[in-house]
Structure formats: structure tokens, C-alpha cells
């Protein structure tokens, strides 16, 4: 975003403003007379001239900062909706959404018929996860537009229950149906979807169709309902109706080939390159189509599909992964571990070195895999970490837990700061050298401080082997803040306070860590809880439930010891 470089005072002034030519400017009062500035809608004094033209070049010098305050200044006090909107749009390209959702107010306010302002408010708030004030801002407006009702129903997905019934209320009062508006129809369906209201989303859908049968959209929504009800013969039938009239649709096509997938599997092929041809051979539908093979078993195609891919961009080594994958699926191992090793760079490289590696036996190939990890090396050292925990990993999958202690060792004698190799070092030995673990941990937490992975390592780890529970509980509290959501922080961060003795503030996290993850030394640390809590019947359950499973865990028999108490 620039301004213009050449300052013609009133012309440019005029133009950063968008406003009329006629607008009239008050003289300057004389030096030494003291006057109080007065804004009048419409007109620019003095004042303004001042500030716009310093924001001009205040935008000439990238401070879009400083660019953006004096304009939303300015659309204030002159009451301007083209001052507000260029505000706004300054506060978009900063990505400010505090002065986006002040700029745009302005403007809504200054242009109420305008429907930009309203979508970029919507937007913000949606984005924000500010649910509510969208609704209230929906809520305010006698009609939308289609583009509102599609940025409604691009963030249908964060609205809880009783928001989605707030906006289906709001909604209803359009009379879709009477009105025959399709797109408000649409919208509706969707949204009782969302609550789980089929029945009346296919009725809407229905009444939908009845004006114009073979709508897209709603023929989408009604074929996945029926896909969802397991009937495929009507949801396919539905689709290739829609498709007479729509035959350039790619979701329609979809739709079409995944049913065929399902019915005629001899008429894929066909369908699909019809697909791709009406969309002009676009290399994304074709990767998806490859995709979608690939998943429900047609190799041999997708392996087609890739390989055409491949031929148009011989630089998309990533494709490789997917035929490596095929290859493997197919039992052609040298033909997969090939395919692999010709992976280039990033994830998937790191994907495909992982997939070889699998395919490779330990007794007899492992020169062969440490050759494979080096050539990827070769072709990208930024993942030179990734690739040499990978094979560290193998040996220790392939039962040979020494030599992987070895090889990272050697590793961090080269890079002996580097957190991630200390990690890695600390896991391997977590079954037979524990003071070893406990010193490798610490050294990664020195290294990187602020990584929650290596805090709830270190403070769980604390937790087991010492009795240092305060400095463990403040370590996961640091990483629990950084990952809310991750299991193994839950857990420990219940555990943790049961170790301080808060239990009953323990157990809604250990609860939650279950819900998530049910294995049996999660559940070990519920059970424990659970009978410290008085609670015996519902801890006898769950261990009952994890025993049938693991009757060998070392977690479940320290846990029965606590029940039988």
C-alpha cells in the first residue's frame, strides 16, 4: 500500500478524503489571536488539512500507524464515511481489529445503507470468537445481503446451541420460503443442520427445490443428508439430475464420483477425468481426484493421477510421498523406499523418511537406513534434527535401545545445546536411567525455556523421581498455559496437584485428560483420585474397564494398591 509521492496540497488532500472539490476551507486566524478550531460535517478547516496531509506522508514513510490514528481523528471529528472507510481499510492492512471494529462503527454509523462496514464488522467479530455481538449485529439489520448470509455461513461451525438458535430466530423472520429466497434458505438448512435438526433441514432443502429443482447448493446439502442416512442410490440420483443443468460444478462433480465410489466403482475413472477435463486439467482438482483414490483403494488410478501430476511439475517432489505410500500399499517395497527417497524437502520429506524407515528391517538394513536419513539430509539440513531423532527412534522401535542412545549421543556432542536431540536423549532412557533423563531434561529446559513440550517433561518427571512438587507444578503450569488442550499437559497438571495434596481440584483435569485419552496411566492417576475422593464405585469401574485391556500395566497395579486401602 503506498500514497502519492507527489503532494499537490489540496488535490491530494481531496482525494486521500474522497470527498468533493466544493468542500469549503476555512482561512487560517491570524498568529496572535487564540481561536478555538470548529468542525462543521462536510467541511475541512485548517486543522484538517494539517492532519491529512501529515498522514499522507506519514503513509509515504510506512507509518501506516501513525497514517491510520490521524485519518480515524479526522473521520470523527469532519463526521466523513470516506475518511472512516479509509481508516478502516488502513486498520485491516495493520491487522489491528480494535481500530478495524472502531473504523468500521464509524462507518456503518456514517453510511447505514452501506453493506461493506457491516461485513467487515461481522467478520471481525467472528474471527474474534465474539459470537454474540455478531449476532446482535445480525440481529440489527431489516435484511441481508448474499454476502452477509455467506459470511454467516463461513463461520456457522463456531456457533455453540443456543447461538445457532438465537440465528435461526433472527433468520426465520425473512420468511425464506414465502419470499422464495434460495440463498436465505440455504443458510437456514444449514444452520438446523448444525443443532441437528435434519428433519427440518431436509423439509427447508425440500421447499427449496420446489423452486428451482436443481439448485446446486441445496441438491448439495440434500445428497449429503441422504449420504448420511446411508442412501446412495438417491443422493446419486439427486446429483446427476442437478448435474444436467449444472456441468461444471466441481462440488456436484464430487459428489457424483464419491457416490460411484460407493455404487459403480467401474465408472470412476470416467467420471473422474470427466471432472478434471471441465475443470480445465486444474492441478488442484487433479490432486484432489489422486487424493480421493488413493483413500478408497483405487491405486492403480491415483498412481495415474500422481505420475500427471508429476510430469506437469517435475519440482513437486512432494507428490513422491504419495506414490511411495501407493507403492507400499501395493507390497512393492523397493518401489515405495525409491519413491521416497525422492522426496526433497520440509514435512514431507520428514513423512516419507519416516515411511521407509518402516520398511526397512533392523537385523539386516540398518547402513541402509542411516544412508537413507544422510541423503535426506543431503537435500534438506534444516531438518537435519528431525531426520537424525527419526533413525534414533527406529533403532529404538527395532529393540535396539543402546545403539540409539549411542547415535543421539554422538549427535549432541556435536550440537550439545540443541534441545531437541537432549529431549530425544531423555525419552530413550526413561525406562532404565532415570537420574540420566532428569539431567538431560533439565539441560533441554535450560536450552529452551519455553518450550511446553519440554516443561511438562520436566515437570512430570519431577513429579515421578523426586519430591520437588511445587517447582513441578509451576513448571506444567507455564506449559498448561501455553497448550490448554494438550492431554498429556491435562494430565500431568492433574497430577501435579495431587501430589501438593489439592485433589479435589486434581480431578477435573484428570477427568478431562480420560475423556481425551484412555489409556491406563492416565486412568491410573483418575482411579488414585477418585479413591482418595471417596468416590470407590466410580474408580472400580474404570479400573475394571483398563484392565480387561492392559491386565499387565504397572500403573493399574500401583492404582489397585489405592483402591484396596
Known sequence: MRFSNKLLVLTSVLTLMGCAPQAELKPAPPETTKTTVSYVPGEFNEESIFELLTAELAGQQRDFDKAQQLIERQAELNQSSALAERATRLAQFLRDSGRVQHSAELWQKLSPEDEAPAQI???????????????????????????????????????????????????????????????????????????????????????????????????????????????????????????????????????QVQQLLKLAPRKVKSAVNKAIDQANRDPQIIYYYALLMMENDQLIFSEELFSDLLTADPKATDLYLYLGIIAANQNKKEQAIDAFSKVERGKSLLNASSRALQLMDANTESDRALAFINGAIINDPEQEEDLNILYTQWLQRSGDTDAAVSYISAQINKEPESAHYLYARAMLQDDFDHQAMLQDLESAYQADSTNPTIQNALGYTLLEYTDQYQRAYELISLAYKQSPTEVAIIDSMGWALHKLGRNAEALPYLEKAYMEFSDAEVGSHLIIVLSILGQQERANQIYQDLFEKNPDSKDLKEALEWLNN
Open 121 to 255: 464488522l461481522l467478520n471481525t467479530l467472528f474471527h474474534e470468537d465474539r459470537v454474540n455481538d455478531a449476532l446482535d449485529l445480525i440481529e440489527a439489520r431489516e435484511d441481508f445481503s448474499t454476502e452477509t448470509l455467506v459470511l454467516i455461513d463461513t463461520h456457522l461451525a463456531r456457533l455453540n446451541n443456543d447461538q445457532a438458535k438465537r440465528l435461526l430466530k433472527i433468520l426465520d423472520k425473512q420468511q425464506a420460503v414465502k419470499t422464495k429466497r434460495l440463498d436465505l434458505i440455504l443458510v437456514i438448512a444449514k444452520t438446523e443442520i448444525h443443532i441437528g435438526h435434519i428433519d427440518r433441514a431436509m423439509n427447508l432443502l425440500n421447499a427449496g427445490l420446489k423452486i428451482e429443482p436443481t439448485q446446486a447448493d441445496l441438491v448439495i446439502e440434500k445428497a449429503q443428508i441422504l449420504v448420511s442416512r446411508t442412501e446412495f442410490s438417491n443422493a446419486l440420483k439427486l446429483v446427476n439430475q442437478a448435474l444436467k443443468e449444472n456441468p461444471t460444478n466441481r462440488q456436484l462433480r464430487a459428489l
